[in-house]
């Protein structure tokens, strides 16, 4: 962790520098979900970037802003670290390109490089992205559950658990009360999550424990999710699962992991009321 430039002093960039991109292997954190490097994974997914501080200059030196969006395949072997992310994209201010294209093609190749996967991109104007509007999670709100909650709660996929009473449902549960810590600079990530399910009833107070539980862990984001879905699908074993979080924005970035076992349509990455 001594390497990331996470948590550490930042010069940011007076020019473009797509060295500043650093990548995080994939592969150390899912070792400790029992996900081997060359195992087909359990899930596919995506990772949904929103960057809400884009700039960089036209032919004549003229500043332009913009908002992107960046789906970083789950099968990539790596992710890219935020801090490293965000000063990249700082790298941009004080570029030329010949236009809106030139950017988008330049994007891609930098972050497709570091990620080793191909990395799309979309550049939307400010005003494209206002009249999508925001809209929260639909499904059923845990959150309104009156339960006790020792401070010292872990993320013990042991509190999880479905109503072996009832056959199989089909169902959707949401949180906003996620939030785990930078595994770097211990900085709050707060998050709301969105668990689609078809199988026996999952227990929404153990559920809700478990993921209140998340409070005091350090992990990236992707990992989070990826832990989610892999100790309910090992607890509960849900016939179909899919798991989505939205993470507030940092330093003009959010981060929205995205993991499925099967072909569910992929989010629309509309924003919610906290990011």
Same mark, same amino acid.
């Not at 990539?76 to 700082?90: A, Q, T, V």
């Not at 979309?122 to 709100?141: F, N, S």
């Not at 009473?165 to 089909?170: A, D, K, L, R, V």
């Given at each position: 962790?001594?390497?990331?430039?996470?948590?550490?002093?930042?010069?940011?960039?007076?020019?473009?520098?797509?060295?500043?991109?650093?990548?995080?292997?994939?592969?150390?954190?899912?070792?400790?979900?029992?996900?081997?490097?060359?195992?087909?994974?359990?899930?596919?997914?995506?990772?949904?970037?929103?960057?809400?501080?884009?700039?960089?200059?036209? @032919?004549?030196?003229?500043?332009?802003?913009?908002?992107?969006?960046?789906?970083?395949?789950?099968?990539?072997?790596?992710?890219?670290?935020?801090?490293?992310?965000?000063?990249?994209?700082?790298?941009?201010?004080?570029?030329?390109?010949?236009?809106?294209?030139?950017?988008?093609?330049?994007?891609?190749?930098?972050?497709?490089?570091?990620?080793?996967?191909?990395?799309?991109?979309?550049?939307?104007?400010?005003?494209?992205?206002?009249?999508?509007?925001?809209?929260?999670?639909?499904?059923?709100?845990?959150?309104?559950?009156?339960?006790?909650?020792?401070?010292?709660?872990?993320?013990?996929?042991?509190?999880?658990?479905?109503?072996?009473?009832?056959?199989?449902?089909? @169902?959707?549960?949401?949180?906003?009360?996620?939030?785990?810590?930078?595994?770097?600079?211990?900085?709050?990530?707060?998050?709301?999550?969105?668990?689609?399910?078809?199988?026996?009833?999952?227990?929404?107070?153990?559920?809700?424990?478990?993921?209140?539980?998340?409070?005091?862990?350090?992990?990236?984001?992707?990992?989070?999710?990826?832990?989610?879905?892999?100790?309910?699908?090992? @607890?509960?074993?849900?016939?179909?699962?899919?798991?989505?979080?939205?993470?507030?924005?940092?330093?003009?970035?959010?981060?929205?992991?995205?993991?499925?076992?099967?072909?569910?349509?992929?989010?629309?990455?509309?924003?919610?009321?906290?990011?």
């Amino acid at each position: 962790m001594a390497t990331l430039p996470l948590g550490q002093a930042s010069q940011y960039p007076d020019q473009y520098d797509p060295s500043l991109l650093f990548p995080i292997p994939r592969s150390e954190n899912r070792a400790k979900l029992g996900i081997e490097a060359n195992q087909v994974l359990p899930f596919v997914g995506v990772d949904i970037w929103n960057a809400y501080e884009l700039s960089w200059l036209n @032919q004549r030196g003229k500043p332009q802003i913009a908002l992107a969006e960046f789906q970083v395949p789950a099968d990539s072997p790596n992710m890219i670290e935020s801090k490293s992310f965000k000063l990249y994209l700082n790298s941009l201010n004080s570029a030329r390109f010949e236009n809106e294209d030139a950017v988008r093609e330049r994007i891609i190749t930098d972050l497709s490089a570091v990620a080793g996967s191909k990395v799309s991109t979309r550049i939307y104007p400010t005003d494209v992205v206002a009249k999508k509007g925001m809209q929260e999670m639909t499904g059923v709100l845990i959150d309104r559950l009156d339960i006790e909650v020792d401070p010292n709660l872990s993320a013990d996929p042991g509190l999880l658990g479905v109503n072996d009473s009832f056959g199989p449902i089909e @169902q959707c549960l949401v949180s906003h009360l996620l939030k785990s810590n930078c595994p770097v600079t211990g900085q709050p990530d707060w998050a709301s999550v969105q668990i689609r399910y078809q199988g026996r009833p999952i227990l929404e107070e153990g559920l809700l424990r478990y993921l209140i539980g998340f409070r005091q862990l350090g992990e990236f984001h992707e990992h989070c999710v990826e832990t989610i879905f892999s100790d309910i699908k090992r @607890q509960c074993k849900p016939e179909k699962l899919s798991v989505y979080a939205r993470y507030t924005r940092r330093g003009g970035l959010d981060i929205n992991p995205f993991r499925t076992d099967h072909n569910a349509p992929w989010p629309d990455n509309t924003r919610h009321a906290r990011q």
